[in-house]
């Protein structure tokens, strides 16, 4: 074998070990972050961004209640603490009635005390009335929601019986941290601070996706590790760093196996509904739309939380115009498998089980309030209704596979 046959060979060898390592260093190219600009935007005073836990009635970062006992609470937000108090009349009527409510925030000194006229309902306030507006470290503003009232009463734990004021409501922030994402049209985020401490953080605040936010109603997702982004930028991503003031969020585009979930409801009602998946690290507000999906990492995924509510027709009169809502929550629901490749179809069915333990005591059948649940065909559980009365749900007893109808129940 001459000299140049031999160099010739390893000359190819060498080609090939430098192809084949090329070809995996393309193979497994790295993917550049995306470094997403937050720009803090005001919340307009008719729109609601609403977290799962007001929804299921559950602990509320921003609830209040201060009376006699507890005349004050503290807030923090982004590192300062403020002093609320109560702003009480004069005079406290002797009789039982509600009065417009009062706060009155401090800042450390030397700052001036700062009043907040508490608008007396959610959603519903008088185009004068404005967001306090806070100025945290480095001059960076924090405008301040909230609601609520003081109500006389005649409290039963005091000794003297003497008139007492209890002011209670909700404070809730009045701006969002807004940016977008992907090529034209883009899709919009919002991060929402959803614990109300004046900072932003992947493990205990929120966000809105939508292609625009414009919708006067949202119901904000805990963010999680990963983030899905419906059409038109359709794509899920990790969350690799947000920054503490709400001024950029960093994603990683996620490259790994995929399914989808769609979410089906009876015809004459509309959703709202956010699933979660611990095992695949991300939560998800899926649009419940016909033939629409919305892509997700494969896991189990159950209901975190969401709204159910009837149709209202365009030309429907004022009386008829209340919707009924139900308020779903997934505790104790059976996980919805998604496997990779899949689609999987998770359908609402409206209240169509009450579940309930009952005991015979003296000839008579007692129910235990806390056992009673309204639940669905796929586990759901109705939480809770909002609606003006007139159409209570009809509950049926079912013996033997023979129904008869008991008559319709308010519940909630």
């Keep these: ?75 923090t937000l982004g590192g300062i603490e403020y002093i ?20 009155l925030i401090t800042p450390p000194s030397p700052a001036r005390e700062l009043t907040f006229d508490l608008p007396p309902m959610p959603y519903d306030f008088d185009a004068n009335t404005k967001p306090l507006e ?16 003081s109500c006389s009463c005649i409290a039963p734990d005091t000794d003297t019986g003497e008139p007492s004021l209890i002011t209670s409501g909700r404070l809730w922030p009045a701006s969002v941290q807004v940016g977008k994402i992907g090529p034209p049209p883009q899709s919009t985020i919002a991060i929402f601070d959803s614990n109300l401490d004046g900072f932003y953080t992947t493990s205990e605040d929120g966000i809105v996706i939508a292609g625009s936010l414009t919708d006067r109603y949202h119901l904000v997702q805990p963010l999680s590790k990963y983030i899905s982004i419906p059409p038109p930028t359709n794509g899920i991503f990790e969350i690799r760093n947000l920054a503490k003031d709400g001024s950029e969020l960093t994603l990683l585009p996620y490259r790994g196996p995929t ?10 009602y509309e959703c709202m509904i956010i699933l979660t998946s611990p095992d695949a690290g991300l939560t998800v507000a899926v649009s419940v739309e016909a033939g629409k999906s919305v ?41 919805l498998k998604v496997k990779a490749g899949e689609k999987q179809t998770l359908t609402l069915s409206g209240p169509k089980l009450l579940e309930f333990q009952a005991a015979m005591t003296d000839g008579k059948i007692s129910i235990k309030p806390d056992t009673i649940h309204v639940k669905g065909q796929t586990g759901e559980t109705y939480v809770r209704v909002d609606d003006d009365g007139k159409n209570p749900p009809e509950v049926y007893l079912n013996v033997d596979g023979n129904s008869s109808l008991l008559g319709k129940m308010e519940y909630g």
């Design 1 to 75: 074998m001459s000299m140049m046959s031999h160099s010739r060979r390893t000359f190819f060898a060498f080609l090939g070990i430098v192809m084949v390592l090329a070809t995996s260093l393309w193979g497994c190219q790295a993917v550049d972050p995306i470094k997403i600009p937050l720009i803090t935007t005001a919340v307009p005073v008719d729109v609601a961004y609403e977290l799962p836990s007001y929804v299921l009635d559950s602990v509320d970062p921003g609830y209040f209640r201060l009376n006699e006992k507890h005349p004050t609470m503290k807030l």
């Design 84 to 103: 609320v108090k109560a702003k009480t009349p004069a005079k406290i009527p002797d009789v039982s009635q509600s009065m417009p409510g009062k706060l």
């Design 134 to 149: 806070l100025t945290l470290g480095n001059g960076r503003k924090y405008p301040l929601w909230g609601w609520g009232s």
């Design 259 to 268: 399914a989808s979930i769609e979410v089906a409801v009876p015809q004459k």
């Design 295 to 335: 892509a997700v990492i494969p896991g189990h995924y159950t209901i975190l939380v969401a709204l159910l509510f009837t149709t209202i027709s365009p030309d429907a009169k004022p009386q008829d115009a209340m919707p009924q809502l139900f308020h779903i929550s997934g505790v104790g629901m059976p996980a």
